[in-house]
C-alpha cells in the first residue's frame, strides 16, 4: 500500500513560471516532510523540509505548503528555470524511522 | 565534503552471474539504506541497518537478494544469480537517524544493467 502519493508524475512549465506538485499521506503519525531532488545520473538530495506544526515553509524560490487536517503538502517552485529541470520526490518520516517516498515527479522547465 | 560512496558505478553483467554492489557511508552514521530505482517502480527501499544491524529487508527479493555491513564503513548488496528483470539503479543512503527530521544523503548510484 502505497502511503505516500505524489501527483503529476510529469509536468512542463515555461521558463517563469510556477511549478505545483501536490502530495498526500495516510499514515498520521509521519511527523517530518521532506522533498528531494534529483538531476539525471546523480542520486536524489534534501531539498526542503517542513514539520507539521507549521502551514508554510519557504527557502529562496520554494515553498512548502502543508495542510494536517487534508494529509496533504505540496511544492511550488516559483520563477521556475531550466536549472530546476529534474525529478521531485516527497517522503515522510515517523520519528526514527525509514522515509517514505512518493513516487517523484518529473518536471521539465522549457526556456 | 562528506558523502556516500558507491561502487561500481556501472556494471553490465550476463543473466546469471553474481553481482556485488558496495557502499562507503558517511563516517558517524548510524543507519544505512539501500534503494531500487526503476522508470515503473520509483524509488524502492530494499533493506535498512541501524548499527550495523538490519532491521528492514522486506522489499528484498529473498532468494536472489541479500544485504550485508560487515563493518561500520562497508556495506553490501549482492545479487545471485542475477536476472534481466534487476537492471536498475541501486543507490546506498545514510543518515544519522535520532528522533525525527532526519537528512539522508545518497550515493549517485551503481547502475546495473543485466543481459
Known amino acids: 500500500q502505497q502511503q505516500v502519493k505524489q501527483s503529476p508524475q510529469s509536468l512542463i512549465v515555461q521558463k517563469g513560471g510556477i511549478s505545483i506538485i501536490n502530495c498526500a499521506y495516510e499514515n498520521t503519525a509521519f511527523d517530518y516532510f521532506p522533498w528531494y531532488q534529483q538531476f539525471p545520473g546523480k542520486g536524489p538530495a534534501l531539498l526542503i523540509a517542513?514539520?507539521?506544526?507549521?502551514s508554510e515553509k519557504k527557502e529562496g524560490r520554494f515553498t512548502i505548503s502543508f495542510n494536517k487536517s487534508a494529509k496533504q503538502f505540496s511544492l511550488h517552485i516559483m520563477d521556475s528555470q531550466p536549472g530546476d529541470s529534474a525529478t521531485y520526490f516527497c517522503?515522510?518520516?515517523?520519528?526514527?524511522?525509514?522515509?517514505?517516498f512518493g513516487g517523484g515527479t518529473r518536471v521539465l522547465v522549457k526556456p | 565534503d562528506a558523502r556516500v560512496t558507491q561502487t561500481p558505478r556501472h556494471k553490465v553483467t550476463e543473466m546469471g552471474q553474481e553481482v556485488t554492489m558496495r557502499c562507503q557511508p558517511i563516517l558517524g552514521h548510524n543507519t544505512v539504506f539501500w534503494y531500487r530505482q526503476t522508470m515503473m517502480q520509483g524509488l524502492e527501499l530494499l533493506a535498512y541497518?541501524?548499527?550495523?544491524?538490519?532491521?528492514?529487508d522486506s522489499g528484498m527479493p529473498k532468494d536472489r537478494f541479500s544485504a550485508e555491513m560487515p563493518d561500520a564503513t562497508l556495506a553490501t548488496l549482492k545479487i545471485q544469480p542475477s536476472e534481466p528483470r534487476d537492471s536498475a539503479v541501486y543507490f546506498c543512503a545514510s543518515g544519522l537517524v535520532q528522533n525525527s527530521g532526519n537528512t539522508i544523503y545518497f550515493g549517485e548510484g551503481s547502475w546495473l544493467t543485466v543481459v
Open positions: 541497518f541501524r548499527n550495523r544491524a538490519p532491521l528492514d
Open positions: 517542513i514539520r507539521p506544526d507549521v
Open positions: 517522503a515522510a518520516e515517523a520519528a526514527g524511522n525509514k522515509l517514505t
